[in-house]
């Protein structure tokens, strides 16, 4: 059964921490990605990566970051979080190839910015 | 720019079939449209992927005209346990960029 860990399922921190979001994934994938959840307005792509090292932007960049070292780890980062940075960030993970469109998803992380 | 559009909401009763339609246009020439159902708290969970006419597993079908500008996802007999949300994921090409867009998502409730 492919896994995909997220770090934390709640988190509450303040405007303009430094805020690290990890997702870690055990089937060797190729894909990652992170995206951002909001009430009426569905799943939206921040940030993805095809390799290690290797990202590209999404729908919605700004205000993030990201890193992949290694290949089954991709983190995302809040610089300096705000409070219109609350949501709930969803990380995936696919492989290359045929099957490279069926997306396997972590629980979750839902952040909270006061 | 990438568009897809979705009903919000739909209701069913038990037993039911369940069709659910995905608009989107400028969708990329070779690539798939994939459908996913989340429950509450969880992530999404994939369902069914499909490029073009009509494709069917276990849990559902998937129809996709010719022209590929809708998909529409099929639940046959549908119970409660497949009270969800229910996304499509269009991939998009064009000026250059590439986007993975989901759709707002369509709430199914069904009643018993």
């Known amino acids: 059964d492919v896994k995909v860990t997220q770090s934390s399922r709640y988190l509450v921190k303040r405007t303009g921490e430094k805020v690290f979001l990890e997702c870690v994934q055990d089937?060797?994938?190729?894909?990652m990605f992170w995206y951002r959840q909001d009430p009426g307005l569905g799943l939206r792509l921040i940030y993805f990566?095809?390799?290690?090292?290797?990202?590209e932007k999404g729908d919605i960049p700004e205000g993030y970051s990201v890193s992949r070292e290694k290949k089954e780890r991709f983190s995302l980062i809040l610089e300096s979080a705000s409070t219109n940075q609350t949501s709930m960030y969803l990380c995936?993970?696919?492989?290359?190839?045929?099957?490279?469109?069926?997306?396997?998803f972590g629980p979750g992380t839902r952040l909270t910015v006061t | 720019l990438a568009k897809t559009t979705q009903p919000i909401s739909m209701d069913s009763y038990e037993g039911q079939e369940v069709n659910i339609t995905c608009s989107h246009n400028?969708?990329?020439?070779?690539?798939?449209i994939t459908w996913y159902q989340q429950f509450p708290s969880q992530g999404p969970r994939f369902i069914i992927q499909?490029?073009?006419t009509k494709v069917t597993n276990e849990v559902a079908s998937l129809f996709i005209p010719a022209d590929r500008k809708s998909s529409t996802l099929s639940l046959p007999r549908v119970s409660l346990s497949d009270t969800a949300v229910y996304y499509c994921?269009?991939?998009?090409?064009?000026?250059?960029?590439?986007?993975?867009?989901f759709g707002k998502g369509t709430k199914l409730s069904v009643i018993p």
């Open positions: 400028n969708i990329a020439t070779n690539d798939y």
């Open positions: 995936a993970s696919s492989s290359r190839g045929p099957d490279s469109y069926e997306q396997y």
């Open positions: 089937m060797d994938h190729e894909n």
């Open positions: 990566s095809y390799d290690v090292k290797m990202k």
């Open positions: 499909g490029y073009k």
């Open positions: 994921l269009v991939p998009y090409s064009g000026a250059g960029s590439y986007q993975l867009t």
